[in-house]
């Protein structure tokens, strides 16, 4: 029989049962959708991941006081224990320290006019910017001249400033944090809410000033580090301790009185756990592939069943075993081949419709994304479950005794 001939005959078979060959196919349509758009979805989050320590700053050590206990093994209280002096031995002794930025934090209550906001109010080095990848979107950032005079000035969030002023234009207007004017000369470019934290919540001011007029204090929140591109961020860590310790006459087998955050070990422990998480989802996704394959063989079996007179005319007739087994195997990979055609256009289309109702309702596509190896993978999957599922059925027709199938009824 020739192959075009079998092609026919096998599609003309199909078409007979269109409502039981969707049926069929359905489990493949699921299995490979879903494999597609859960690794679209998986892939987007682990950018969205990466993109919120990226947020922080880049090669960053973060250095915060260490905890006090009372002696129950119950940590109590924060150490105020870091000063500006740290700051500038680190960047004095490390050479693999590009910049440092001493912070003070607080949040405060921040007033213009009648209106009023509870933003977090920081006190930071004109380093922040540079060293926390913050832009400014309008009017500048302070400079080391208002550090030194202990200016009034603030750099504000893009939140901060719709919260307060609304259309209008925040540079040059005063706000009063505390009760203390500060002549607002900057806003900076949003970078969007991370759950714990809104960077485009806050109100940035000299640390001087901070420390000396806002707080009250002579202590540091933390200290942000960046480190030269190409060093070793765990040998850096390892320096920085060094001096810290010495800093803080620290004895040998003693523990630290600080922490200090290697953000790139956050980025790598994020990244993995978001990749151990999308393969478990694709692993379940993959599972309907196998029952889709399974859903394949169960009809092929009882499509051989209802067949089996058609098969007993066609090998008295001639039909080789080949013939008729080619002829089930290709009704099988048709359907597989189908439904992993159908299954890629709803995965591709579940993750732009994805996107765009997020966009709709959050004003920021989520980022799932259409990947091409997926999309191989799972099409590729799903023909190869049709040759496999579809096999044994073909070969049971193939080894039909024309004889008994004459006689079947």
């Not at 196919?25 to 490979?32: C, D, R, S």
């Not at 707080?215 to 961020?233: A, E, F």
């Not at 009809?299 to 067949?307: A, D, K, P, S």
Request: a positive charge; glycine letters at 10%; hydrophobic letters at 45%.
């Amino acid at each position: 029989m020739l192959f075009w001939t079998i092609v026919k005959v096998a599609l003309r078979s199909l078409a007979a049962n269109k409502l039981r060959s969707f049926l069929t196919m359905l489990g493949v349509i699921i299995g490979v959708a879903a494999v597609i758009a859960m690794l679209g979805l998986g892939a987007g989050t682990r950018e969205k991941v990466m993109e919120s320590v990226r947020t922080m700053g880049a090669n960053l050590l973060v250095i915060r006081p260490g905890m006090t206990g009372g002696g129950t093994g119950v940590f109590t209280a924060e150490r105020v224990n870091l000063k500006v002096e740290d700051a500038q031995a680190i960047l004095a002794q490390v050479p693999e320290i590009e910049m440092v930025c001493p912070e003070v934090t607080g949040r405060y209550q921040v007033k213009f006019m009648n209106k009023n906001s509870r933003p977090s109010v920081n006190g930071e080095a004109t380093t922040y910017f540079a060293v926390r990848n913050y832009i400014i979107d309008k009017g500048r950032a302070f400079t080391e001249s208002d550090e030194i005079r202990n200016a009034r000035v603030a750099v504000i969030g893009p939140k901060t400033a719709e919260d307060l002023f609304g259309e209008l234009d925040p540079i040059g207007q005063t706000i009063k944090v505390r009760g203390i004017n500060f002549l607002v000369v900057g806003v900076t470019k949003p970078k969007g809410d991370q759950g714990w934290f809104n960077p485009d919540d806050q109100v940035i001011i000299p640390y001087t000033t901070a420390m000396n007029q806002v707080m009250g204090r002579d202590n540091l929140s933390s200290i942000y580090c960046k480190v030269r591109n190409g060093v070793d961020m765990t040998k850096a860590q390892e320096k920085v301790t060094e001096v810290l310790r010495r800093q803080h006459r620290i004895q040998p087998g003693a523990p630290d009185d600080f922490t200090i955050r290697n953000l790139q070990e956050i980025s790598d422990s994020l990244n993995q756990v978001s990749k151990v998480f999308t393969m478990l989802l694709a692993g379940v996704a993959a599972v309907s592939l196998l029952v889709g394959g399974i859903g394949i063989m169960n009809i092929m079996l009882v499509t051989v069943t209802e067949r089996t007179r058609e098969i007993g005319v066609r090998k008295a007739l001639g039909a080789r075993a080949i013939d008729l087994m080619s002829q089930f195997l290709l009704e099988a990979v048709v359907i597989s081949l189908t439904g992993g055609l159908i299954g890629v256009a709803l995965g591709v289309g579940a993750i732009v419709a994805f996107n765009k109702v997020t966009e709709a309702v959050s004003g920021s596509a989520y980022g799932a994304q259409v990947q091409l190896l997926p999309i191989i993978i799972s099409f590729g999957f799903s023909v190869l479950v049709g040759m496999f599922f579809g096999w044994y059925p073909a070969r049971k027709a193939a080894k039909l005794d024309p004889i008994e199938a004459l006689r079947y009824e």
